[in-house]
Nanobody, 119 residues
């Protein structure tokens, strides 16, 4: 089994910054990709950013130029640096990982961390 533990959410004023972290642990041979999703009030869950084990990243248009995703392969950890935060970034942010263990593959989610952008 695999666990994803997120941290770093909180309350921040518009224009501020936050850094989210997500550490994966358990039965892991490799993690080809990790990602951050978010779900705002009354909205569907959406992809924010994703990154491969090789470091290739992609972003939702709404966060390009403001958010940066990165990962530490040795620690099985993914980060999301969020700058110039806006009220519309308010959401629960979820970590996602595509995990390989020997010949099996699994898709795992964290418990979510709340990010609130408000004055």
């Amino acid at each position: 089994q695999v666990q994803l533990v997120e941290s770093g959410g909180g309350l921040v004023q518009p224009g501020g910054s936050l850094r989210l972290s997500c550490a994966a642990s358990g039965r892991i041979s490799s993690i080809p990709s990790m990602a951050w999703y978010r779900q705002g009030p009354g909205k569907q869950r959406e992809l924010v950013a994703a990154i491969t084990s090789g470091g290739s990243a992609n972003y939702a248009d709404s966060v390009k130029g403001r958010f940066t995703i990165s990962r530490d392969g040795a620690k099985n950890t993914v980060y999301l640096q969020m700058n110039s935060l806006k009220p519309e970034d308010t959401a629960v942010y979820y970590c996602n990982a595509d995990v390989r263990w020997r010949t099996t593959r699994g898709d795992y989610w964290g418990q979510g961390t709340q990010v609130t952008v408000s004055a």
